[in-house]
């Protein structure tokens, strides 16, 4: 594995060979740099679960949204047929109040 990585990344292996054994040994050098492969990749999950989570928030606050939305639609639309209804009965009752 170390050495495949090497292999892919020149600047890692400049900074191997400026520091072992110079500074550090082998196995604290590969120590060193798979915590931090892991710290990051921790970190890049952890946002891509927040991004996630704000995703499903944002999505949930819409349904919500849009769902209050129709429902204050129906209730303007109930309004407006009770309006009209209501013009009706009296021009009805005014008809009728003339009819008889």
Same mark, same amino acid.
């Given at each position: 594995?170390?050495?495949?990585? !090497?292999?892919?990344?020149?600047? #890692?292996? /400049? $900074?191997?060979?400026?520091?072992?054994?110079?500074?550090? *040994?082998?196995? =604290?050098?590969?120590?060193?740099?798979?915590?931090?492969?892991?710290? !990051?990749?921790?970190?890049?999950e #952890?946002? /891509? $679960?927040?991004?996630?989570?704000?995703?499903?928030?944002? *999505?949930?606050? =819409?349904?919500?949204?849009?769902?209050?939305?129709d429902?204050?639609?129906?209730?303007?639309?109930?309004r407006?047929? /009770?309006?009209?209804?209501?013009?009706?009965?009296?021009?009805?009752?005014?008809?009728?109040?003339?009819?008889?």
């Amino acid at each position: 594995m170390a050495q495949a990585t !090497l292999a892919l990344d020149p600047n #890692l292996e /400049a $900074m191997r060979f400026e520091l072992v054994p110079k500074v550090i *040994s082998e196995e =604290n050098f590969w120590r060193n740099y798979f915590y931090r492969v892991s710290l !990051l990749r921790q970190g890049y999950e #952890l946002n /891509a $679960m927040a991004s996630s989570q704000q995703q499903e928030a944002e *999505s949930n606050s =819409n349904q919500t949204l849009a769902s209050t939305t129709d429902s204050i639609d129906h209730t303007q639309g109930s309004r407006r047929r /009770a309006d009209t209804l209501r013009v009706l009965l009296v021009t009805l009752d005014s008809d009728a109040r003339s009819f008889l």
